[in-house]
């Protein structure tokens, strides 16, 4: 599990707390006292989420360019549904033990029945691209 780039898009990450804040944003403590943005969303960015204001929670990308390494193998985005329940080591062990015998849909079907086990209540989305 070497060649790891990982992007956490969470309330309590310091960059992303600033920008909340300075779009007049607020990031309190709720539920389990997990950070949240104006008590609602655990996450700091987000696709079509109209309950708070866009400006608070953009929808903008983190870019990141790199050269590839011969051993990076695919790239998994998920939701903090997944995030919060399972680290990136144990999603991407659970990749690499089946990437090389089962295609892309049946991998991601498996994790999220894996998981779903552990009765989230949150959604739970995954992508995985193989390179």
Same mark, same amino acid.
């Given at each position: &599990?070497?060649?790891? #780039?990982?992007? !956490?898009?969470? *309330?309590?990450?310091?960059?992303?707390?600033?920008? /909340?804040?300075?779009?007049?944003?607020? @990031?309190?403590?709720?539920?389990?006292?997990? *950070?949240?943005?104006?008590?609602?969303?655990?996450? %700091?960015?987000?696709?079509?989420?109209?309950?708070?204001?866009?400006? /608070? =929670? *953009?929808?903008? *990308? +983190? =870019? =990141?360019? !790199?050269?590839?390494?011969? %051993?990076?193998? !695919? /790239? =998994?985005?998920?939701?903090?549904? #997944?995030?919060d329940v399972i680290n990136n080591q144990q999603v991407g062990t659970f990749v690499s033990n089946k990437i090389s015998s089962n295609i892309l849909q049946d991998i991601i079907s498996q994790?999220? +029945? $894996? !998981?779903?086990?552990? $009765?989230?209540? +949150?959604? &739970? %989305?995954?992508? /995985? @691209?193989?390179?």
């Amino acid at each position: &599990m070497e060649n790891m #780039i990982l992007l !956490y898009h969470k *309330p309590n990450v310091r960059q992303e707390e600033e920008c /909340i804040r300075r779009t007049g944003g607020r @990031v309190t403590k709720y539920k389990d006292d997990v *950070p949240h943005v104006e008590n609602q969303l655990a996450v %700091s960015r987000a696709l079509l989420e109209y309950s708070i204001d866009k400006h /608070i =929670i *953009p929808a903008l *990308p +983190d =870019i =990141i360019q !790199y050269s590839k390494q011969s %051993s990076t193998a !695919y /790239i =998994i985005f998920a939701c903090d549904g #997944i995030w919060d329940v399972i680290n990136n080591q144990q999603v991407g062990t659970f990749v690499s033990n089946k990437i090389s015998s089962n295609i892309l849909q049946d991998i991601i079907s498996q994790l999220l +029945d $894996e !998981y779903l086990k552990l $009765e989230t209540m +949150d959604n &739970m %989305s995954v992508y /995985i @691209v193989k390179l």
